[in-house]
């Protein structure tokens, strides 16, 4: 099945700076890559998602971009704002008959200081 | 209001003692998902459903059982409950039929299982 690696697992810049977050999956018929935002104590939301047929895609300061060939994909966050602070989640869907199984990576605490 | 609903929202029970966690969404959405969140395992998706009468395996399904008989409900069954399904659950929807889009969480439901 999919496996999907997530790095790394803390991250800490400062206010303004820019924070990369990268994945790795397995599987080579994955087409779509969602990442997600989870503050302190709440529930995941969508941030920004990406389908394989697209090699990038921005949405204000953030952006996701693909390589397929490497089967990675990375979240890029600019002039961040204490208020990214947050974990953050990519994931990838499965192949085939079991597009609808979605798997995680392990989560990325992004910590920006003021 | 467009929600997710997740009941109970805390859950202190035995090994052993067959339990229920309702999930139910009023957006008329065909995508249903459950998800246990375990610090640094990130969000593992236990089953999804496509639609109703369609539920499929995620990655960790063993020990959990679902059903969708109704379009808004995706009840999430533990029939023995062990210690190590301590954990923090997650209920989703999504638009389609598929996990193309953006998924709404639940609130959580918080399970401890002593």
């Known amino acids: 099945g999919e496996n999907v690696e997530q790095h790394p697992s803390t991250l800490s810049v400062q206010e303004g700076d820019s924070a990369v977050i990268k994945c790795t999956y397995s599987d080579s018929a994955s087409n779509y890559f969602p990442w997600y935002k989870q503050e302190l104590g709440k529930r995941p939301q969508l941030i920004i998602d990406?389908?394989?047929?697209?090699g990038e895609k921005k949405d204000q300061r953030i952006a996701v971009t693909l390589n397929k060939t490497a089967k990675h994909f990375s979240l890029h966050i600019t002039e961040t704002q204490p208020e990214d602070s947050a974990v953050y989640f990519c994931?990838?869907?499965?192949?085939?008959?079991?597009?609808?199984?979605?798997?995680f990576g392990q989560g990325t605490i992004l910590t920006v200081h003021p | 209001e467009a929600q997710v609903t997740q009941n109970p929202r805390y859950l202190i029970t035995v090994t052993g003692k067959k339990l229920t966690v309702t999930c139910s969404q009023n957006m008329n959405h065909e995508y249903m998902s459950w998800y246990r969140q375990d610090p640094g395992l990130g969000l593992r998706q236990i089953y999804y459903?496509?639609?109703?009468?369609?539920?499929d395996k995620g990655d960790v399904p063993e020990g959990y059982k679902v059903s969708r008989k109704e379009k808004r409900n995706f009840p999430l069954i533990l029939e023995s409950p062990s210690p190590n399904q301590t954990s923090l659950y997650f209920c989703?929807?999504?638009?389609?039929?598929?996990?193309?889009?953006?998924?709404?969480f639940g609130p959580g439901t918080r399970l401890t299982v002593l």
């Open positions: 994931a990838a869907n499965a192949g085939g008959t079991s597009y609808g199984k979605l798997t």
């Open positions: 989703a929807s999504s638009y389609s039929g598929s996990p193309y889009n953006e998924q709404f």
């Open positions: 990406i389908r394989s047929n697209v």
């Open positions: 459903s496509m639609n109703v009468e369609v539920t």
